[in-house]
Protein backbone atom coordinates (compact mmCIF):
# COMPACT_ATOMS: atom_id res chain seq x y z
CA UNK A 1 0.00 0.00 0.00
CA UNK A 2 1.50 3.37 -1.20
CA UNK A 3 2.04 5.78 2.04
CA UNK A 4 3.31 9.25 1.57
CA UNK A 5 5.58 11.02 4.43
CA UNK A 6 6.15 14.90 4.43
CA UNK A 7 9.49 16.05 6.54
CA UNK A 8 8.86 18.24 8.94
CA UNK A 9 5.26 18.53 9.81
CA UNK A 10 5.99 22.32 10.46
CA UNK A 11 8.84 24.96 9.89
CA UNK A 12 9.24 28.14 10.66
CA UNK A 13 12.26 30.56 8.80
CA UNK A 14 12.37 34.58 8.53
CA UNK A 15 12.11 36.48 4.96
CA UNK A 16 14.62 35.33 2.30
CA UNK A 17 16.10 32.07 3.55
CA UNK A 18 16.26 29.26 1.12
CA UNK A 19 14.77 26.07 2.50
CA UNK A 20 13.78 22.62 1.45
CA UNK A 21 10.56 20.25 2.14
CA UNK A 22 11.05 16.60 1.71
CA UNK A 23 8.39 14.12 0.42
CA UNK A 24 8.70 10.42 0.60
CA UNK A 25 6.61 7.39 -0.78
CA UNK A 26 6.81 3.76 0.04
CA UNK A 27 5.91 2.51 -3.45
CA UNK A 28 8.15 3.94 -6.52
CA UNK A 29 6.20 2.54 -8.89
CA UNK A 30 4.27 6.44 -9.18
CA UNK A 31 3.11 7.92 -12.35
CA UNK A 32 3.55 11.15 -11.33
CA UNK A 33 3.71 13.49 -8.10
CA UNK A 34 2.41 16.89 -7.35
CA UNK A 35 3.49 19.79 -4.96
CA UNK A 36 0.23 21.29 -3.75
CA UNK A 37 0.20 24.59 -1.87
CA UNK A 38 -3.10 24.92 0.64
CA UNK A 39 -4.13 28.59 1.72
CA UNK A 40 -7.32 28.43 4.65
CA UNK A 41 -10.33 28.98 2.91
CA UNK A 42 -8.76 28.93 -0.78
CA UNK A 43 -8.46 25.29 -1.22
CA UNK A 44 -5.33 24.49 -3.16
CA UNK A 45 -3.27 24.94 -5.53
CA UNK A 46 -1.00 23.20 -7.95
CA UNK A 47 3.02 24.21 -8.04
CA UNK A 48 4.49 21.30 -9.66
CA UNK A 49 3.70 18.31 -11.66
CA UNK A 50 6.69 15.55 -11.83
CA UNK A 51 6.13 12.85 -14.71
CA UNK A 52 8.00 9.71 -13.30
CA UNK A 53 10.42 10.31 -16.32
CA UNK A 54 11.46 13.28 -14.84
CA UNK A 55 14.02 14.12 -12.74
CA UNK A 56 13.09 18.13 -11.52
CA UNK A 57 10.97 20.93 -12.82
CA UNK A 58 11.09 24.47 -11.91
CA UNK A 59 8.73 27.28 -11.65
CA UNK A 60 10.47 31.16 -11.02
CA UNK A 61 11.56 30.29 -7.24
CA UNK A 62 10.21 26.54 -6.95
CA UNK A 63 12.33 23.56 -7.63
CA UNK A 64 10.74 19.84 -7.39
CA UNK A 65 13.18 16.86 -8.16
CA UNK A 66 12.16 13.67 -8.07
CA UNK A 67 14.45 10.21 -7.20
CA UNK A 68 11.83 7.55 -8.08
CA UNK A 69 14.43 5.26 -6.89
CA UNK A 70 14.32 5.42 -3.57
CA UNK A 71 11.35 7.18 -3.32
CA UNK A 72 12.29 10.76 -2.79
CA UNK A 73 11.03 14.19 -3.53
CA UNK A 74 12.24 17.56 -2.46
CA UNK A 75 10.76 20.95 -3.02
CA UNK A 76 12.65 23.83 -3.02
CA UNK A 77 12.32 27.32 -2.54
CA UNK A 78 14.51 29.81 -2.77
CA UNK A 79 14.68 33.29 -1.15
CA UNK A 80 11.55 32.45 0.46
CA UNK A 81 8.88 35.53 1.25
CA UNK A 82 5.96 36.14 3.79
CA UNK A 83 3.61 35.62 1.26
CA UNK A 84 5.07 31.49 0.89
CA UNK A 85 3.83 30.95 4.49
CA UNK A 86 0.99 27.97 3.67
CA UNK A 87 0.41 24.74 3.91
CA UNK A 88 2.30 22.59 1.37
CA UNK A 89 1.18 18.76 0.21
CA UNK A 90 2.77 16.13 -1.89
CA UNK A 91 0.91 13.53 -3.56
CA UNK A 92 1.71 10.90 -5.62
CA UNK A 93 -0.33 9.30 -8.49
CA UNK A 94 0.19 5.24 -8.43
CA UNK A 95 1.05 3.21 -11.30
CA UNK A 96 -0.33 3.82 -14.94
CA UNK A 97 -3.23 3.66 -16.85
CA UNK A 98 -6.16 4.95 -15.96
CA UNK A 99 -6.05 5.53 -11.89
CA UNK A 100 -6.20 8.53 -11.67
CA UNK A 101 -6.76 8.67 -7.55
CA UNK A 102 -3.95 10.39 -5.60
CA UNK A 103 -2.58 9.57 -2.36
CA UNK A 104 -1.76 12.59 0.12
CA UNK A 105 1.29 13.68 2.52
CA UNK A 106 -0.42 15.49 5.71
CA UNK A 107 1.66 18.25 4.43
CA UNK A 108 4.38 20.64 5.79
CA UNK A 109 2.79 24.48 7.70
CA UNK A 110 5.28 26.82 6.35
CA UNK A 111 6.02 30.36 8.15
CA UNK A 112 8.15 32.81 6.76
CA UNK A 113 8.84 35.77 8.95
CA UNK A 114 9.05 39.23 7.50
CA UNK B 1 -16.60 30.60 -13.75
CA UNK B 2 -13.11 30.92 -14.26
CA UNK B 3 -12.45 27.86 -11.77
CA UNK B 4 -14.17 25.30 -9.27
CA UNK B 5 -17.06 26.50 -7.91
CA UNK B 6 -18.31 24.13 -4.73
CA UNK B 7 -20.89 24.78 -2.67
CA UNK B 8 -22.45 25.45 -0.08
CA UNK B 9 -19.12 26.72 1.47
CA UNK B 10 -20.19 25.67 4.92
CA UNK B 11 -23.01 23.30 5.91
CA UNK B 12 -24.16 22.81 9.36
CA UNK B 13 -26.58 19.92 10.52
CA UNK B 14 -27.64 17.50 12.26
CA UNK B 15 -26.69 13.71 13.14
CA UNK B 16 -29.15 11.77 11.04
CA UNK B 17 -30.55 14.03 8.37
CA UNK B 18 -29.22 13.91 4.77
CA UNK B 19 -26.94 16.46 3.07
CA UNK B 20 -25.89 17.25 -0.52
CA UNK B 21 -22.51 19.16 -1.70
CA UNK B 22 -22.20 20.21 -4.97
CA UNK B 23 -19.58 20.81 -7.45
CA UNK B 24 -19.31 23.06 -10.40
CA UNK B 25 -15.72 22.09 -12.53
CA UNK B 26 -14.12 23.97 -14.85
CA UNK B 27 -15.93 24.33 -17.94
CA UNK B 28 -14.69 21.87 -20.34
CA UNK B 29 -12.59 19.88 -17.72
CA UNK B 30 -14.07 15.92 -18.27
CA UNK B 31 -12.44 14.57 -14.95
CA UNK B 32 -14.03 15.12 -12.02
CA UNK B 33 -12.73 14.38 -8.42
CA UNK B 34 -14.25 14.41 -4.94
CA UNK B 35 -11.68 14.41 -1.66
CA UNK B 36 -12.62 14.46 2.11
CA UNK B 37 -10.46 16.20 4.29
CA UNK B 38 -10.93 15.51 7.76
CA UNK B 39 -8.62 17.42 10.95
CA UNK B 40 -5.63 16.57 11.56
CA UNK B 41 -5.51 13.99 8.43
CA UNK B 42 -4.72 14.09 5.19
CA UNK B 43 -7.07 14.29 2.10
CA UNK B 44 -8.87 11.04 1.64
CA UNK B 45 -9.41 10.15 -2.29
CA UNK B 46 -13.66 9.71 -2.51
CA UNK B 47 -14.34 8.81 -6.03
CA UNK B 48 -13.24 9.93 -9.34
CA UNK B 49 -15.43 11.31 -12.65
CA UNK B 50 -14.69 10.49 -16.10
CA UNK B 51 -17.58 12.07 -18.09
CA UNK B 52 -20.36 10.99 -16.15
CA UNK B 53 -18.87 7.83 -15.13
CA UNK B 54 -17.12 7.16 -12.19
CA UNK B 55 -14.39 4.26 -12.91
CA UNK B 56 -13.07 4.33 -9.36
CA UNK B 57 -15.27 4.58 -6.45
CA UNK B 58 -13.24 3.04 -4.30
CA UNK B 59 -12.62 5.57 -1.31
CA UNK B 60 -16.33 5.88 -0.57
CA UNK B 61 -16.31 5.23 2.98
CA UNK B 62 -19.90 3.44 3.32
CA UNK B 63 -22.70 3.01 1.56
CA UNK B 64 -24.01 5.95 3.44
CA UNK B 65 -22.11 8.17 0.54
CA UNK B 66 -23.28 8.84 -3.26
CA UNK B 67 -22.34 10.81 -5.65
CA UNK B 68 -23.30 11.23 -9.06
CA UNK B 69 -22.44 13.61 -12.02
CA UNK B 70 -24.91 14.90 -15.16
CA UNK B 71 -24.23 16.12 -18.49
CA UNK B 72 -20.63 15.73 -17.91
CA UNK B 73 -20.49 18.93 -15.63
CA UNK B 74 -22.05 19.51 -12.25
CA UNK B 75 -21.69 16.53 -9.54
CA UNK B 76 -23.29 16.26 -6.04
CA UNK B 77 -21.90 14.25 -3.54
CA UNK B 78 -24.76 13.31 -1.09
CA UNK B 79 -24.35 12.24 1.95
CA UNK B 80 -27.23 10.18 4.05
CA UNK B 81 -27.93 9.61 7.79
CA UNK B 82 -25.16 12.31 8.50
CA UNK B 83 -22.84 11.17 11.24
CA UNK B 84 -20.56 13.15 13.18
CA UNK B 85 -17.27 11.10 11.60
CA UNK B 86 -18.37 12.79 8.52
CA UNK B 87 -17.44 16.13 9.90
CA UNK B 88 -14.58 17.47 7.34
CA UNK B 89 -14.24 19.92 4.79
CA UNK B 90 -14.96 17.98 1.50
CA UNK B 91 -12.68 18.76 -1.70
CA UNK B 92 -13.83 18.91 -5.51
CA UNK B 93 -10.97 18.98 -8.26
CA UNK B 94 -11.18 18.56 -11.86
CA UNK B 95 -8.53 18.22 -14.93
CA UNK B 96 -9.09 18.23 -18.57
CA UNK B 97 -8.89 14.44 -18.84
CA UNK B 98 -6.30 13.52 -21.19
CA UNK B 99 -3.82 12.05 -21.48
CA UNK B 100 -0.66 14.04 -20.04
CA UNK B 101 -3.23 16.52 -18.64
CA UNK B 102 -3.31 15.65 -14.82
CA UNK B 103 -3.16 18.76 -13.26
CA UNK B 104 -6.31 19.06 -11.18
CA UNK B 105 -7.81 22.40 -9.73
CA UNK B 106 -9.45 22.39 -6.98
CA UNK B 107 -12.37 24.36 -5.17
CA UNK B 108 -12.21 26.51 -2.09
CA UNK B 109 -14.32 22.76 -0.27
CA UNK B 110 -17.22 22.73 1.40
CA UNK B 111 -16.97 22.94 5.30
CA UNK B 112 -19.54 20.54 6.66
CA UNK B 113 -19.94 19.64 10.40
CA UNK B 114 -22.57 17.15 11.96
CA UNK B 115 -23.93 18.40 15.43
Known amino acids: KQEVTQIPAALSVPEGENLVLNCSFTDSAIYNLQWFRQDPGKGLTSLLLIQSSQREQTSGRLNASLDKSSGRSTLYIAASQPGDSATYLCAVRPGAGNNRKLIWGLGTSLGVNP | GAGVSQSPSNKVTEKGKDVELRCDPISGHTALYWYRQSLGQGLEFLIY????????KSGLPSDRFSAERTGGSVSTLTIQRTQQEDSAVYLC?????????????FGAGTRLSVL
Open chain 2, 49 to 56: FQGNSAPD
Open chain 2, 93 to 105: ASSPGGAGTDIQY
